[in-house]
């Protein structure tokens, strides 16, 4: 039964939580607890709507699968970080807010999913470091923002349901469609709503950044995108797609900005996230009917790509102190499955090909093409911004440092970055090569 | 019209009208007054308002319930805000508004100011806690201002959303308790003051929304909300008092 994906989470964080400081322990429970959520989610088979508390739950096979996705990356980050000292209660926070944003993702009334939603990304924003200068700034700055987000997305469900009681106007339509862009702007971390991200990236935790920078939005994208279709402005032709095309233009133009102007693997990664997250934009401007469609395959690469840069980023932090170009020279000697995910990895956000990233990128164009052809060239460009962030760390990793200093990577961190960058690496052939059906399971949605 | 004979005429419709007025009165003191446990106080005393401006749409059950959710957040945030105050004490800092203007003009730094909201530099906050302490946007004459520009802030909303499926008073408390909360998270600068005036902002929609929406999932989960916020507003700003007290230590 699907109630048990938002439960199972749940139930997990209070047998962690005596475990809070032994993370040998804890680690592996919180682990296992998410893998096991994403087993049952692909095992479900059809599973039709569940009644809880006069509310319809449920989520479809492709939302399952993506969900499922997300739940083993954030499972990767636990068991591959699990070494650095972080505060005590970070993986039972993490089970609690998986399991409220998956309580979300399964809630088909838009006024509720928002709340959980906003539940979840509050006990997301604890995992950020406590004790660490200008945290306190940003985890409230993050709150702020976040109840901004889930008041505009209730006054949006607000619209929608004074629509269905027979409450007709544009302006009501309009001032509906505004406030789901801006608290799912916020949301999705998209344009300039999402500049919080690279905020969060700057701090050495990696989980508070996969949750932040990908699950989050993966969540928000499942929860939102229903309610893309019943506020369509029927008066207003292409009211939605403009603003929503808009909207991704400028996050990749302040994505591919910002991160060439950033100093720090981590914040490349941070503006690279929100740039990409200008693409999910644009296909959903390009395809407002409420159907995911590609946005939802972008998401997971995306979701992929920023797990492995950020882990990469963890690894020169231990190996060579810092993940600044300079730090970095040298690299390749000391951490080298760590470079090859920051290559992988940064590529593919920036939408390079061969990466998966570009796959999806030329379906965005060429749909853009027929809509704005002048935009293509501005986010191809932006694209190029963010390629050019990472080379140039990858240019300093590849060179040989004058002199030896840092120590190598560990087999365990080496463990689970390989086979991650390897599968960014080959998902292109590994699609193609796949049944047909596969992929146009996960692009339709279920 | 005077102002005494429009207090009494707005008051004499009915309690509602007095709990707006005293919900406005909280939200806007929130904004000029600086001493934190009275802002907690105030918080408080909104929520204890807001309960009583809903009580005509709730039932009795769900008002009391939103009245002890209103003492735990104030509790919450009682804390931390003896903590800061204690700080203040401890660095030498006078409470006052005078050190605040003295001390205010260094941290007029457009870039820093700006470096520290987008978060691109951590090291903002171990600045002098002086520094800190005393920003300029924070004095009196601003926070004056503030509360003008949020009162007519709320004016204009209300004359161009008036929302007539709405009683009007409701709607003009909501959209100045939502302008006041706005003003004090632009000009506050330390965690606990911008959770309570985000809470303000909370209560400010609260009050608009759980009018149109009545279900009790909703009211629940925006309890919850609520709570979830403070609590992590609370173990923020301890975290924040304590890096602060070390660093002065270390001088």
């Avoid at chain 2, 205010?104 to 002098?128: I, Q, V």
């Avoid at chain 2, 606990?192 to 909703?218: D, H, Q, W």
Wanted: glycine content about 10%; proline content about 5%.
């Amino acid at each position: 039964m699907i109630v048990w994906l938002a439960v199972l989470p749940m139930v997990a964080a209070l047998a962690v939580a005596p475990f809070r400081r032994t993370r040998h322990i804890a680690a592996p429970m919180a682990a296992a607890a998410l893998v096991l959520m994403a087993l049952l989610a692909v095992t479900l088979g059809d599973a039709g709507p569940v009644i809880a508390l006069g509310r319809v739950l449920r989520l479809l096979p492709g939302e399952r699968a993506t969900l499922a996705i997300v739940w083993v990356l954030v499972a990767v980050t636990i068991l591959c970080t699990y070494r650095i000292p972080q505060q005590s209660l970070l993986y039972p926070l993490a089970l609690a807010a998986v399991g409220m944003l998956t309580a979300a993702a399964m809630t088909r009334h838009l006024a509720i999913a928002a709340l959980l939603l906003e539940l979840g990304a509050i006990l997301t924003v604890m995992l950020i470091p406590a004790r660490v200068a200008g945290a306190a700034s940003v985890s409230v700055r993050l709150l702020v923002l976040f109840a901004v987000a889930g008041a505009c997305v209730l006054l949006a469900s607000w619209t929608q349901d004074a629509r269905a009681a027979g409450l007709e106007g544009d302006a009501l339509l309009s001032m509906g469609a505004i406030c789901l862009t801006l608290g799912g702007g916020i949301l999705l971390a998209a344009g300039p709503l999402g500049l919080w991200l690279p905020s969060v990236f700057q701090f050495d935790n990696p989980l508070a950044s996969v949750m932040l920078g990908a699950a989050l939005p993966t969540t928000a994208l499942i929860c939102l995108t229903d309610a893309l279709a019943s506020l369509r402005p029927p008066g207003v032709p292409g009211f939605w797609s403009d603003l929503l095309l808009a909207g991704g233009v400028l996050a990749c133009l302040i994505g591919g900005l910002g991160a060439t102007m950033q100093a720090s693997l981590r914040r490349i990664a941070g503006y690279a996230a929100v740039a990409d997250m200008g693409i999910v934009f644009m296909a959903l401007g390009l395809n407002p009917m409420g159907e995911m469609g590609i946005s939802a395959g972008h998401v997971l690469y995306r979701a992929l790509a920023i797990t492995v840069v950020c882990l990469a980023s963890n690894v020169f932090q231990e190996c060579l102190g810092g993940d600044d170009p300079e730090r970095l020279q040298g690299g390749l000697r000391y951490a080298p499955t760590a470079v090859l995910g920051m290559i992988v990895g940064g590529l593919t956000l920036a939408g390079a090909p061969p990466t998966i990233g570009f796959a999806s990128r030329v379906s965005v164009y060429r749909g853009l093409m027929s809509a704005q052809p002048s935009w293509v060239v501005l986010v191809v460009l932006t694209g190029f911004g963010v390629a050019w962030a990472f080379t140039r760390c990858a240019i300093a990793s590849l060179s040989v440092a004058t002199t030896p200093r840092g120590r190598r990577e560990s087999w365990w961190t080496a463990l689970w970055i390989l086979p991650l960058s390897l599968l960014l690496l080959f998902l292109p052939y590994v699609l193609a090569i796949s049944p047909s059906g596969w992929f146009a399971f996960f692009l339709s949605g279920g | 019209m005077s102002v005494p004979t429009w207090v009494i005429e707005f008051t004499g419709g009915g309690s509602a009208q007095i709990a707006s007025l005293g919900l406005g009165a909280a939200a806007l003191l929130m904004v000029v007054l600086t001493d934190r446990p009275l802002a907690v106080g105030l918080l408080l005393l909104q929520y204890v308002l807001l309960a009583w401006l809903l009580a005509e749409q709730l039932l009795p059950a769900i008002t009391l319930v939103r009245l002890g959710q209103g003492l735990a957040i104030s509790l919450i945030l009682l804390l931390p805000s003896g903590r800061t105050r204690q700080i203040s004490g401890h660095t030498g800092l006078p409470n006052g508004e005078r050190a605040e203007a003295r001390h205010g003009r260094r941290l007029w730094d457009a870039s820093e100011r700006l470096a520290a909201w987008t978060g691109t530099n951590p090291s903002a906050e171990r600045t002098d806690p002086m520094r800190l302490s005393g920003i300029y946007a924070e004095g009196l004459p601003m926070r004056l201002a503030a509360a003008v520009l949020a009162m007519l802030l709320a004016s204009g909303l209300a004359r161009t959303y008036p929302l007539p499926v709405l009683r009007g008073e409701l709607v003009w408390v909501s959209y100045w308790v939502m302008c006041c909360g706005l003003v004090a998270l632009l000009i506050g600068r330390r965690p606990l003051r911008i959770g309570l005036a985000l809470l303000t902002l909370m209560n400010g929609f609260e009050a608009l929304y759980l009018s149109l929406e009545k279900s009790l999932l909703v009211m629940g989960l925006l309890g919850i909300v609520h709570i979830l916020l403070a609590l992590v507003v609370s173990l923020r700003t301890e975290g924040w008092a304590d890096l602060l007290q070390g660093e002065s230590a270390l001088r």
